[in-house]
């Protein structure tokens, strides 16, 4: 018979099947790549964050199997036990050297930016501190705000007015502000100076998540160095934190700060000391593919190109996009369920566009994620949009902004 705590989940469960809020894994039979294998056909994906297409470089791929070849497979420890090796430390001043937050800027590496988000959050404030973050920030960023148990203020999104009327009010021992520097489900760019203005002018961190800005943004010699660069910033109070498994197509994350926020990490933060350490083979290949983020201009080039394509394609409507030069493009539906049969719809025509739904972005704006990449092509492109075109009066019921 089943117990009355099984069916307490399933009911719970059939409650979000209802709402149109189930979520599925497909199971992929191929690399990650512009064309992916699911389910035996070949679809376009523009599901993934390998925004530079290197998960599947050929030099970053024979780093790691070099990397296995000479390291072995396992970190074996956490790094303050016996799992720090030479390539962790030379990545981490490799990174270090290439985000320069601030001058004599340290680095420190993570197993996922999840991880990261809550190391600098809980290190950085605790009780009778506050940490004010954007509304639509990532969840790990919330989550972090939330376990460190320092206030939690949301200001409304990019709204550097409001947050400023917060931080006046505040008399809280220690301020952060917390916030994605591209929104990870609208792509559009946080207003960092003024909020780095703030920061000085309160006296306040400011945490600055670049998940989906590192390895894209910034140009010329600064090109990938990410959203910083795109600003031109630079600043002790910035506590940088990029993510390793999405532009750079490997996995894990960095953060990089003064050498006092970095050293105070080390020696606090729960979720870098009681973790075992990415393997080091891994740090290997994303030595590999820093290189290659960091020095070929032509891939950032074809990126941005396709962006411009797919702007200029969809610009007669009826989706509304964001100002933002990045490669994440929301079409946003409105309800769950039409969200879901939008991308059923597409997937039907070969194209994979995830539906993304409540609680991931508010209520009632669920949506279909475009991401591009540089492994694209423009036929990719202009093959989506078509399809797009073609659904538009079915599914492009609400303007996005
Ligand atoms: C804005 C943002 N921050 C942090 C993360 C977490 O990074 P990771 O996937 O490496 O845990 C993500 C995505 O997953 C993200 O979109």
Redesign the pocket.
């Known amino acids: 018979m089943t117990s009355a705590l099984i069916a307490d989940l399933e009911r719970g469960l059939a409650t979000r099947e209802a709402a149109g809020l189930q979520r599925i894994r497909r199971t992929l039979a191929s690399p990650q790549g512009a064309r992916v294998i699911v389910g035996g056909r070949e679809v376009v994906s523009f599901a993934s964050?390998d925004y530079l297409g290197l998960a599947t470089h050929p030099e970053v791929v024979a780093a790691a199997r070099e990397g296995a070849a000479r390291w072995g497979v396992g970190a074996g420890a956490s790094h303050l036990i016996c799992g720090h090796f030479a390539p962790h430390a030379a990545l981490e001043a490799e990174l270090a050297a290439f985000a320069r937050p601030c001058a004599g800027a340290r680095a420190l590496t993570?197993?996922?930016?999840?991880?990261?988000?809550l190391a600098t959050l809980t290190a950085l404030a605790g009780r009778g501190d506050a940490i004010f973050a954007d509304r639509l920030?990532?969840?790990?960023?919330n989550d972090g705000a939330l376990l460190s148990r320092a206030e939690f203020v949301r200001y409304p999104h990019a709204d550097a007015a409001v947050l400023r009327r917060c931080l006046a009010a505040s008399g809280a021992k220690r301020k952060l502000i917390a916030t994605?520097?591209?929104?990870?489900?609208d792509g559009d760019v946080a207003p960092l100076p003024s909020l780095c203005a703030l920061a000085e002018e309160f006296d306040a961190w400011l945490v600055v998540?670049?998940?989906?800005g590192f390895g894209v943004l910034g140009a010329g010699e600064n090109g990938g160095r990410g959203t910083l660069a795109h600003f031109g910033l630079a600043s002790e109070r910035i506590v940088y934190?990029g993510?390793?498994?999405?532009a750079a197509g490997v996995?894990?994350?960095f953060v990089a700060a003064h050498s006092a926020v970095i050293e105070t990490m080390i020696q606090t933060a729960r979720s870098y000391v009681f973790t075992t350490a990415g393997p080091p083979l891994l740090a290997e290949a994303l030595r590999a593919s820093l290189r290659i983020l960091r020095d070929d201009a032509a891939r950032r080039a074809h990126l941005f190109a396709l962006i411009d394509r797919f702007r200029s394609r969809l610009s007669a409507g009826p989706w509304a996009l964001p100002g933002s030069p990045t490669p994440i493009h929301p079409l946003v539906v409105g309800a769950s369920a039409a969200a879901v049969e939008f991308a059923d719809a597409l997937w039907r025509r070969g194209f994979w566009v995830p539906a993304i739904r409540p609680p991931t972005v508010p209520r009632g704006t669920a949506r279909l994620r475009v991401t591009l990449s540089a492994a694209h092509t423009m036929a990719d492109v202009d093959a989506l949009a078509d399809a797009l075109a073609e659904l538009a009066p079915a599914f492009g019921s609400i303007r996005a902004r």
Request: with cysteine; proline share 0%; hydrophobic share 45%.
């Open positions: 964050n993570f197993s996922s930016g999840y991880l990261a988000n920030n990532h969840a790990c960023l994605d520097a591209v929104f990870s489900m998540d670049d998940a989906h934190m993510t390793l498994g999405k996995a894990g994350a």
